[in-house]
């Protein structure tokens, strides 16, 4: 028979190696993670072991946090240097050294005003923030620069239209292959470029839907450097060129991977909506291979300008933006 003492005694002890099960069982996941051996004496490593790993991971939290916020905003973009004559003494904004001379001291970025050394501007890195006072228009203007310009994932211009057109044009015939009149795209042209997103270009105004069909294809075919740029066009033409059709679909994937971030976007932004105008193919006669014939040119422009080369090509140019549309789900 166990006196009082020792059975209360051996519920202490119970009630402890209870207790310690959980914070045990976290040492134990923890020791075997980062490769250590903590035995009954080895709590000491305890405490350490838990502040290094505790650290460890709220630094991975925070660097998926930055991560997560930059794939769309934090867009990287080079400095538009031009040569600048300044009025009055100016600092080097990138050695904080003086620039001397009467004319032609430095470059000042177009785009978001920096004042450098012309030796100095290879060095700047790629971090150009534009400055919406300094864009004067929306058509023309770069796509990365506009997208900066207004911290958005896709210029407004690609955005409000297609909410026009999928709100009252899915099921028109012809669309996109049917023209609008040229000077009432030429009117919502001018509308974007001096009222920016507050265009009107509601029925109210524009009651023919190929207007802003027309107006946006517009856009695209202004691009100083195309959705799909030159970079890699030959790229997407060589893929579009391949005969087995899972090697092409890969090659055309990996090409895709190799556009900057606002021309990936703005093209995954297209194509799913021109997905959703093939899904409405019985009324406007409109499917994947209708609309790469007529965005094919538009959304990819051979770097040299050569009419032989953009006949020879116009096929592929087809081939990849009908390949794209069809294969969006797996391709974005």
């Known amino acids: 028979m ?26 134990e996941l923890l020791a075997i993670a980062f490769g250590v051996k903590v035995g009954l004496k080895g709590g000491f490593l305890w405490s350490p072991l838990k502040l290094f790993a505790c650290s460890q991971i709220s630094s991975l939290v925070r660097r998926a946090a930055l991560t997560r916020n930059d794939n769309h905003f934090n ?15 100016h600092w080097c904004e990138y050695c904080a050294n003086f620039m001397w001379g009467l004319i032609a001291q430095g470059v000042r970025c177009s785009d978001c005003g920096l ?10 890195p790629n971090d150009c923030q534009p400055d919406l006072k300094r864009i004067k228009k929306v058509y023309c203007c770069d796509l990365t620069t506009l997208v900066k310009a207004h911290n958005t994932q896709r210029p407004m211009v ?14 028109s015939e012809g669309i996109y292959r049917v023209s609008g009149f040229t000077e009432h795209i030429e009117d919502v042209k001018m509308a974007f470029d001096r009222d920016g997103e507050k ?20 856009y695209f075919r202004d691009l100083p450097i195309p959705v799909i740029t030159y970079d890699t066009y030959s790229k997407f033409i060589e893929a579009a060129k391949i ?6 679909l890969e090659a ?23 997905k959703k ?31 032989l080369t953009t006949l020879h090509d116009m096929r592929y140019q087809k081939l990849i933006v009908q390949i794209l549309i069809e294969n969006e789900d797996v391709l974005f």
Request: include cysteine; hydrophobic fraction near 35%; glycine fraction near 4%.
């Open 158 to 171: 690609v955005d409000i239209c297609i909410r026009e057109i999928e709100a009252r044009g899915l099921k």
């Open 243 to 248: 005969s087995n059709a899972d090697e092409r």
């Open 277 to 307: 105008v093939t899904m409405n193919e019985k009324d406007n006669l409109m499917n994947a291979e209708n609309l790469g014939i007529v965005f094919g040119p538009t959304l990819m422009r051979p770097p040299e300008d050569s009419t």
């Open 75 to 89: 867009y990287e973009k080079t400095h538009n240097f031009k040569v600048h004559t300044f009025r009055g003494p």
């Open 199 to 218: 265009a009107d270009i509601s029925a109210n105004i524009y009651p023919d839907i190929n207007i802003i069909t027309g107006a946006l294809k517009l």
């Open 2 to 27: 166990f006196s009082q003492e020792l059975w209360l005694e051996n519920e202490r002890k119970c009630a402890m190696v209870r207790k310690s099960k959980p914070g045990r069982k976290r040492q």
């Open 115 to 124: 004042n450098v050394h012309k030796q100095c501007s290879k060095h700047v």
């Open 252 to 274: 055309v994937h990996e090409v895709l991977m190799l556009l900057p971030p606002a021309h990936y976007e703005t093209l995954r932004y297209l194509m799913i909506h021109l």
